[in-house]
């Protein structure tokens, strides 16, 4: 499965910003899909993420400001970023894992089978 990221750029705070995961193919009837963070130096952080059975997670700094949501006939996850701050920039990555996944983990990578390339996200 390849995964394409895109939306990302540079936005002032306060901003808003859409980004874009397309999926190559979706095999699965039950996966999950979720976005993750990065800034030089540290750890890949999970940011929102979401499971066919109707879950979503959201980390504590992002909730009531980000929504994830998928389109499913056009294999694309989203994730809407409002009020970004500086504290919002880094890499973003979309990532998908197959079959099922434990709400616990949602936010962690070992959930996660397949990543796309990222897209930068700025905010000044």
């Known amino acids: 499965v390849q995964l394409v990221e895109s939306g990302g750029g540079s936005v002032q705070a306060g901003g808003s910003l859409r980004l874009s995961c397309e999926a190559s193919q979706l095999m699965y009837t039950k996966y999950c899909m979720a976005w993750f963070r990065q800034t030089p130096g540290k750890e890949r952080e999970g940011v929102a993420a979401?499971?066919?059975?109707?879950?979503?997670v959201y980390r504590d700094s992002v909730k009531g400001r980000f929504t994830i949501a998928q389109d499913t006939a056009k294999r694309t996850l989203y994730l809407q970023m409002n009020s970004l701050t500086p504290e919002d920039t880094g890499m973003y990555y979309c990532?998908?894992?197959?079959?099922?996944?434990?709400?616990?983990?949602?936010?962690?990578?070992?959930?996660?089978?397949?990543w796309g390339q990222g897209t930068q996200v700025t905010v000044s």
């Open positions: 990532a998908l894992g197959g079959g099922y996944c434990y709400t616990s983990r949602l936010l962690t990578e070992i959930e996660y089978t397949d």
């Open positions: 979401m499971h066919t059975d109707g879950q979503t």
